[in-house]
């Protein structure tokens, strides 16, 4: 089954408000990635977090890891009408005969109105 | 520039009709992949190869080949493409095994008739 679970699935705010976004895994990891997705265009990394890590901060964008729970959350703060795009989490398997396998959640919508 | 190249970016073509998307990239990065992203399904990694001649199954490799004869490309090819192909295909690549930034190609919006 298919790991890198994200949580809300859409995701409604205003401008200026912070918007939290949450992923779930299941197997041991490398580590975990956030990408960004306009609307049918390609992805953009955003930010990567190794499994020894447990926050990294990069701009208005701050994630971090919970390996016991097999969790991770992205959070963006101060939120603009530009943020609005699908988000993206996905984490490369540590090791055994799935090494070297990305697998991508399904997204989460977020939307930032005006 | 660094960057993931994918042509065509756009196609139409018809059941059975073999064809070809090409990727490349120009970081001389060891990883490369594939993905095919569909409403309600996210990405899901058709193929994968972490060198030249080296190249792995992902999650939904049926209908798929692929090869790795040299470093900066890794084709995609379908044999005899279905209805149930049409999505739209990323191809990406990234450093091994630093595993960091996978660098998206544009993608390639395929349509099946």
Known sequence: ?114 | EAQVTQNPRYLITVTGKKLTVTCSQNMNHEYMSWYRQDPGLGLRQIYYSMNVEVTDKGDVPEGYKVSRKEKRNFPLILESPSPNQTSLYFCASTTFPLWDTQYFGPGTRLTVL
């Not at chain 1, 994630?63 to 603009?80: M, N, Q």
Request: with cysteine.
């Open chain 1, 1 to 114: 089954s298919q790991q890198g679970e994200e949580d809300p699935q859409a995701l409604s705010i205003q401008e200026g408000e912070n918007a939290t976004m949450n992923c779930s895994y299941k197997t041991s990891i490398n580590n975990l990635q956030w990408y960004r997705q306009n609307s049918g265009r390609g992805l953009v990394h955003l930010i990567l977090i190794r499994s020894n890590e447990r926050e990294k901060h990069s701009g208005r964008l701050r994630v971090t890891l919970d390996t016991s729970k097999k969790s991770s959350s992205l959070l963006i703060t101060a939120s603009r009408a530009a943020d609005t795009a699908s988000y993206f989490c996905a984490t490369t398997n540590a090791g055994g005969t799935s090494y070297g396998k990305l697998t991508f959640g399904q997204g989460t919508i977020l939307t930032v109105h005006p």
